[in-house]
């Protein structure tokens, strides 16, 4: 049992980059003869490994990244899902946490040091930015954020100090991009790292291994998981830093994905195509709905033409999914309460990337009284389609808006 799932292990390691995306969901990294030909994976819901020498354990222990020894740091099914996604992002390695916030928080603070100073996209996701500015301050290290829409931003904020640009593209609600190629190449010639969050896309539709990103980080939570039931985070790197970020922030911090969760999100995962295809063409759909719409008063979507970064999306993505925001034509904030209270397919509720239709007023982070000091445009609406018929999509959202 040990030879073949050493097996598994070793093998695949960098060769990815030409496999076809249905061998990467079906076949690597699954090794069925070691359980007795079950297509689909156990659950290895073992905390510990056990062995028939000493010598076999001494190995095992040197590489725990590798070898199952003890679950924190390698687990077979955990495995399964690590060597599938770190193919799909066409990076070396990936690491699994509890969250997307662990990932994040792992990503960075394993790039900088006290003293250091970071270059941020401004209003990444919530709990990256209070990790920047209110936990990172405690160990002097200081953030500058900045718009991001011209790579100039960054290299007119770095500092002599300055270790890491913090890269969200797009973002979450107006889906501002960042041109990644660029930045990248600003950074390497000065050897700051560079980290992005890739889960507005998914490795599906920006590749951030073609893209020069050094760290990639997910919440696995959204589209690769898929269906609303697991919360979990990807980090996909370098061998080499790999390495160093599971000797460090991984093991120490131990905010690692159960077994049973990877095996959920290596189901959801295999179905992530279909999924982001469905949500896409409906979206494209309700869309081309909304843009005549009297009330709407702007789409805010990649790829929609009147996307000011338009171009950019089409260079450095493949697509856009299933978010799409639109800000409405309305006096106050009430009638945008009005609005989504109205809706009945359409679930209030914060993230995507699952089966279910979505919708979160960006009024809903604010109170009606100080609706205007929202980052964002106080009268946008965050949608996410989910996998619903797209006319009854549609006919909800028309009902509700014209009945504001
Ligand atoms: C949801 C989200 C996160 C945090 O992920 P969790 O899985 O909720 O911890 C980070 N970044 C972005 C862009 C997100 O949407």
């Known amino acids: 049992m040990n030879e073949s799932v050493e097996l598994s292990d070793i093998t695949f390691a960098y060769i990815f980059v030409s496999m076809d995306l249905s061998y990467i969901l079906n076949h690597l990294g699954e ?41 924190r740091g390698h687990n077979p099914t ?18 699994v946490f509890g969250s997307g916030s662990a990932a994040v928080a792992a990503a960075v603070l394993s790039s ?22 209110r936990y990172l301050s405690r160990f002097g290290v200081t953030v500058t954020y900045v718009e991001g829409t011209d790579p100039l931003d960054f290299s007119t904020a770095m500092q002599p100090n300055t270790r890491l640009f913090y890269l969200e593209s797009p973002n979450s609600f107006t889906f501002a991009l960042q041109d990644i190629v660029a930045i990248t ?24 291994g073609k893209l020069g990103v050094d760290i990639v980080v997910h919440s696995g939570t959204k589209y690769l998981n898929g269906h609303s039931d697991v919360i979990a985070g990807v980090l996909c790197t370098d061998r080499k830093r790999a390495e160093h970020i599971f000797e460090t922030e991984f093991m120490n911090i131990g905010a690692i994905l159960s077994p049973h969760n990877a095996w959920l999100m290596l189901r959801g995962l295999r179905t992530l195509p279909i999924r982001l295809k469905q949500s896409a063409e409906t979206t494209a759909y309700i869309l081309s709905q909304l843009e005549t719409h009297p009330r709407v008063e702007k789409i805010w979507y990649p790829h929609h033409p009147s996307h000011p970064q338009y171009e950019l999306a089409q260079k450095q993505m493949k697509g ?30 914060c993230s ?20 205007k000091e929202s980052p964002h445009p106080w009268n946008l609406i965050r ?5 619903e018929e797209p ?14």
């Open 31 to 71: 090794d069925r003869e070691a359980y007795f030909n079950s297509v689909s994976p156990p659950v290895f819901e073992s905390s510990n490994f056990a062995f028939a020498s000493v010598a076999e354990m001494r190995k095992h222990l040197k590489d725990e990244m590798d070898y199952p020894f003890y679950t």
């Open 78 to 95: 955990v495995a399964i899902l690590r060597k599938k996604l770190a193919a799909l992002e066409e990076m070396e390695e990936c690491l």
């Open 112 to 133: 900088v040091q006290q003293g250091d100073h970071i270059v941020s996209v401004k209003n990444p996701y919530s709990w990256t930015g209070k990790l920047m500015s």
């Open 185 to 208: 190449d600003i950074a390497r010639s000065k050897g700051i790292t560079t980290i992005l969050d890739n889960s507005f896309s998914s490795p599906l539709l920006q590749t951030s």
């Open 320 to 349: 856009s999914g299933g978010q799409f925001s639109i800000s409405l034509r309305v006096e106050g904030p009430e009638e945008i309460d009005k609005f989504c209270d109205q809706l009945q397919y359409y679930l209030l509720a």
């Open 352 to 371: 995507w990337g699952g089966y279910e239709s979505l919708v979160f007023p960006v009024a809903g982070l604010s109170g009606t009284a100080n609706y």
């Open 383 to 387: 949608f996410y389609v989910g996998l």
């Open 391 to 404: 006319e009854v999509l549609w006919k909800d959202l028309k009902q509700a808006l014209d009945n504001i």
